[in-house]
């Protein structure tokens, strides 16, 4: 009887200590994913200054542009950042981009962007 209690304690001890182990784990594993974004953003914004400061703002808006359908693939296609709350107000923006501006949709996001729902 006492073996059994044991070995129940035991497992048992094994099971929290694997479970505090994957918790800490993915806990990890977010806080990089969190400072790598920020990273990435920080670089982003460096190159923008770079460019305005160069006087080349119309080479980076043609860029900026032309990476837009990317970024909806991209966001339409990911299932964990499509989930997000924030996904469809980014489509939202988006498409109000080309209507406010009177760009063209262009044809490969078209179908997604139409699917949007419209603000209120």
């Known amino acids: 009887m006492k073996n059994k209690i044991k070995l129940s304690l035991i497992f048992i001890g094994g099971l929290l200590i694997g479970a505090l182990s994957i918790f800490l784990i993915l806990g990890q594993v977010s806080y990089l994913q969190c400072k790598d974004y920020f990273l ?11 460019e305005l400061r160069g006087n080349r703002e119309r080479d980076l808006q043609g860029r900026v542009e032309a990476n837009l359908p990317h ?46 729902p419209r603000s209120h």
């Not at 966001?75 to 498409?95: G, M, W, Y």
Request: cysteine-free; glycine content about 0%.
């Open 40 to 50: 990435m953003a920080a670089r982003e914004q460096i190159f923008v200054a770079w």
């Open 71 to 116: 970024l909806v693939l991209a966001l339409h296609n990911d299932k964990r950042v499509k989930s997000a709350p924030e996904a469809q107000s980014v489509l939202r923006e988006i498409r109000e981009f080309y209507e406010m501006n009177s760009l063209p949709i262009p044809e490969e996001i078209s179908a997604i962007l139409s699917n949007v």
